[in-house]
């Protein structure tokens, strides 16, 4: 696609439960991050995948997190026995390999437990 | 503790006005990003500064890199609502794969 599409674009979901975050970043792009961000406050650094290379996970907040990449493509991001604490929205980006630190990102999932 | 400072946080101006936003670090990065972000929507990049004491303007908005390459700045010429936003830096850590490490965000809003 043009960009990274993200879905969805909002979620409501009860403390407790599992949520899953999708990430379809842009079509070659080799680079995928996720990102999380509180209302109005800076990016927190969730997870980064390059290519066939083992993910950095160094950013994740507790083991109930979790992302997985399929095929080089598509990524999704497992929230387990969601929190309050978790609300926030979930942005992921992509980066073309040897295009230095350009990224881009998509719109975001805005994620409320309630 | 953040990598990377920004200052201020808030800012609220009339149009017209000039603003200096400021992005602050005791560590070298090899290159420095601004973004700005609406509500709703992700990070927009807005420049990539590379050399230590590079100026690079976009419009009414000039960027600056910092010569030892540990802090940059924004400045807006007789800013406008259009340029109400969140205004995001990034900085690429040498040598990290994470390769971008975000500032807090100063909030703009350009009052008419």
């Known amino acids: 696609g043009a960009g990274v599409s993200q879905s969805p674009s909002n979620k409501v979901t009860e403390k407790g439960k599992d949520v899953e975050l999708r990430c379809d970043p842009i079509?070659?792009?080799?680079?995928l991050y996720w990102y999380r961000q509180s209302l109005g406050q800076g990016l927190e650094f969730l997870i980064y995948f390059q290519g066939n290379s083992a993910p950095d996970k160094s950013g994740l907040p507790s083991d109930r997190f979790s992302a997985e990449r399929t095929g080089g493509s598509v990524s999704t991001l497992t929230i387990q026995r969601t929190q309050q604490e978790d609300s926030a929205v979930y942005l992921c980006?992509?980066?073309?390999?040897?295009?230095?630190?350009?990224?881009?990102f998509g719109e975001g999932s805005w994620l409320t437990v309630v | 503790t953040q990598l990377l400072e920004q200052s201020p946080q808030f800012l609220s101006i009339q149009e017209g006005e000039n603003l200096t936003v400021y992005c602050n670090s005791s560590?070298?990065?090899?290159?420095l990003q601004w973004y700005r972000q609406e509500p709703g929507e992700g990070p927009v990049l807005l420049v990539t500064?590379?050399?230590?004491?590079e100026v690079k303007k976009l419009k009414r908005l000039t960027f600056q890199f910092g010569d030892a390459r540990k802090d940059s700045s924004l400045h807006i010429t007789a800013a406008q609502p259009g340029d109400t936003g969140l205004y995001l830096c990034?900085?690429?850590?040498?040598?990290?794969?994470?390769?971008?490490?975000f500032g807090s965000g100063t909030q703009l809003t350009v009052l008419p």
């Open positions: 980006a992509s980066r073309r390999a040897g295009a230095g630190n350009t990224i881009y």
């Open positions: 500064v590379v050399t230590g004491g």
């Open positions: 079509s070659g792009h080799t680079a």
């Open positions: 560590s070298v990065f090899s290159s």
């Open positions: 990034a900085g690429g850590l040498p040598g990290s794969a994470r390769q971008l490490t």
